[in-house]
């Protein structure tokens, strides 16, 4: 079990302490896209547990929700008027050294640091992840050639964080690593330009309806596979049961959850948080309810 987590705690915070301000937030989100009549679906690990727990899975520690990207292009148009001061709307726009090509929602005045991110000045604060869902053709030279392309971006600029090469071990691996780094550094090309260049490529076929899409985000071989879905399942939602509340969920979740996990139903033998926590605040405000 990894140094300072476990089934019920990270860094000796009790996880229902931090799965309740990621509640907190996803209810933010919901309040927002409901309003509007935005259409989501809980995704990932949070899809997971709400079919499985009726809540968070209870090692969990993060929220996924995903949209199409003309919904999510929907709530980018009002999220600056109707998000509350309590939270931020991260994204490489809104922050610059934010890194990630999808964005999240974080809570002020809290901390939640990830090792791999931990020398970048930006918000670390607590956080649900938004994964805006592209088109895509698993079956066409135009398409194939898009998740190549994307595939290979993602090999060279994950590694503008210093982190990722570092924990490599030393030889080959690492070296090549080292390599991508440095070269990324020596680019006279703004980060902004390059994230404005992926995001072009990541919504080159939204032009026209494909029988599939995936969170394009992230692209490395088996996660877009797992995680991609028929457009047809995220336009049919039904309301599920989370943590007491009703969140939208796919109707068809026995397929989406099968494609990702297997056999879903049956828990793993590892029970323990899969983000690297180095540093956690919970704000000043929620010590006081506590």
Known sequence: MMEGKSSDSILGIDIKKIQNIELEILLEFDRICKKYDIEYQLFAGTLLGAIRHRGFIPWDDDIDVCMLRSEYNRFLSVVDEELSYEYFFQSYETDPNY????????KNGTLFMEKLVRDLDMHHGFYIDIFPFDNIEIDTIRGRHQIWSLRS????FKYRLKERYQKLEPGFERNKAKFKYDLIRLLPISKSRIENWILKIMTKLNHKETEYIADLANPSAGVLENFMMRRKTIEDSIEWEFEGYKFPVPRAYDEVLTR???????????????????QIDLGEKLEEKD
């Open 260 to 278: 990702a996990y297997g056999d879903y139903m049956t828990p793993p033998d590892l029970k323990v948080s899969h983000h690297d926590i180095v």
């Open 99 to 106: 890194m990630n090509k999808f964005p999240k929602i974080r």
């Open 153 to 156: 971006i993602d090999s060279l």
